[in-house]
């Protein structure tokens, strides 16, 4: 069955590593997105991607980064981790075919930045 | 997102009572809403979704009904069960996009045996 995996699923990190949270998904679905939870604020966008070598800020991208290189991984690059970045992080990702625009979530990485 | 305000954060019904959870949106020009559901430990996972040509739409015990005039849209539970204590979020597109969506902030639904 097709699924999206992430990995780490937990990290600990101290201020000022870059940190790469991966994620892969075997649908095979075009577009791919980051999205970061916290209480009080839901799920929110980091970053996303319509396809190969696109990638796109979202709402709360400042700090953080992504690449494309393939249709199955979009990894999230802390280039240098704030303690405002322990949090737990979400990829999704959706296919816009026969107008569904469900998206489809992995478990989730939780990141505490010391 | 702060272009969706979902209320109310917290929720708790006895098992078998009904479960009512709203959410606005700002952008009238939005024709899609879903609803996910996220268990504890887990991802969120769509549950229902209705588009803006109709204005409700029920799957089961669940069912969402749309009020373009106004701007909100409500999810609703009914015979609630222990297994649907989750937390809920609903979610509307972001301006001029078809497959980007802001999110609500969530309610933990507690549903009590």
């Known amino acids: 069955d097709a699924e999206i995996t992430q990995s780490p699923r937990h990290k600990i990190t101290e201020t000022g590593r870059q940190v790469t949270l991966a994620c892969h998904q075997t649908?095979?679905?075009?577009?791919m997105f980051w999205y970061r939870q916290d209480l009080g604020h839901g799920l929110r966008l980091i970053h996303y991607s319509y396809g190969v070598q696109d990638t796109n800020k979202g709402e709360v991208s400042d700090g953080y980064s992504v690449s494309r290189s393939n249709t199955e991984d979009l990894p999230l690059t802390l280039e240098s981790a704030a303690s405002s970045q322990t949090s737990v992080y979400f990829c999704a990702s959706s296919e816009n075919s026969g107008g569904s625009y469900e998206q489809y979530f992995g478990p989730g990485t939780r990141l505490t930045v010391t | 997102g702060e272009n969706v305000e979902q209320h109310p954060s917290t929720l708790s019904v006895q098992e078998g009572d009904s479960a009512v959870i709203k959410c606005t949106y700002s952008?009238?020009?939005?024709?899609?809403f879903p609803w996910y559901k996220q268990e504890l430990g887990k991802g969120p996972q769509l549950i229902i979704d209705i588009r803006s040509n109709v204005g409700e739409k029920k799957d089961q015990r669940i069912a969402v009904t749309l009020n373009k005039t106004a701007k909100h849209f409500s999810l609703h539970i009914t015979e609630t069960q222990p297994e649907d204590s989750a937390v809920y979020f609903c979610a509307a597109p972001t301006p001029n996009t078809g497959n980007q969506f802001y999110f609500g902030t969530g309610t933990s639904l507690t549903v009590i045996p």
């Open positions: 952008d009238s020009a939005s024709n899609y």
């Open positions: 649908w095979n679905h075009n577009n």
